[in-house]
């Protein structure tokens, strides 16, 4: 008989990042970048196991240090600049399926947006298992100017207004409440059906709801290391609600 853990908390932390290197391990607040996730899922009561994926034997030793567990390693074939997050996902479940544990959910949960909150990832669980023709969830936050204010670059070298084929662009000078509001995803939480992933060889599909959170900072640059170190000092609380 196959046993099922019904909910696991999945955090990649691939080795070899080039824009800041070492980024899933360096040192945020005095604890590595990769122990706020862990940390965060470990607190949450809907989450029954907290695992890591990655390819480097060091990062999984401390991932084991933090309470998380790591019970495969990544291959190196899927862990470069150009995998895919299905990859990944896909050889988790093919792992779980192999020892017959394989989960109903899947919490994507990224170590590069460390700032969330274990009773939000909470919330988004039950919201989810509280949509049956779901297909998965997807963290936003409402971005600070539309898109449809943006422009591309058209095929003759001008200006022309994002989803559009004119060139004419001053409607883009109106008033943002004239303009829907646009959502970015933040890396916050992502909840995934293994069933669904299965039987259509997607991560997210047509049906997916929205968790719209407080504005994340994802970790890509030295100035995004800087900018998360300076929301501490000013909101040490951050830090308390998910270490203490």
């Known amino acids: 008989m196959i046993s099922v853990t019904k909910t696991v908390a999945i955090i990649p932390a691939r080795s070899g990042s080039k824009g800041v290197p070492g980024k899933n391990v360096r040192a945020l607040g005095g604890q590595p970048l990769i122990a706020w996730s862990i940390k965060a899922c470990l607190k949450c009561a809907t989450i029954d196991r907290v695992i890591v994926s990655t390819d480097s034997r060091e990062y999984a030793e401390l991932a084991v240090e933090l309470g998380a567990e790591v019970p495969f390693l990544r291959p190196s074939e899927i862990s470069g600049d150009r995998s895919t997050d299905y990859d990944f996902i896909l050889h988790a479940l ?36 509280k949509q049956p023709k779901a297909t998965a969830l997807r963290s936003v ?8 204010k943006s422009f591309e670059i058209s095929t003759s070298g001008l200006l022309k207004q994002i989803l559009t084929d ?77 270490f203490d």
């Open 94 to 129: 093919n792992w779980f399926a192999s020892v017959q544990t394989e989960p109903d959910l899947l919490v994507h949960i990224r170590p590069t947006t460390p700032y969330r909150l274990p009773a939000l990832i909470d919330e988004a669980v039950q919201i989810f298992l």
């Open 141 to 148: 936050h409402k971005m600070s100017e539309t898109a449809f």
């Open 166 to 242: 004119s060139t004419a662009i001053d409607s883009a000078n109106n008033a943002r409440q004239d303009f829907p509001d646009t959502y970015e995803a933040n890396g916050y939480v992502d909840i995934l059906s293994s069933r669904f992933i299965r039987s259509s060889g997607l991560l997210h599909g047509d049906c997916v709801i929205p968790f719209i959170t407080p504005p994340a900072i994802e970790v890509d640059t030295e100035e995004d290391f800087a900018n998360l170190e300076f929301m501490i000092e000013r909101f040490p609380d951050i830090a308390q609600q998910i």
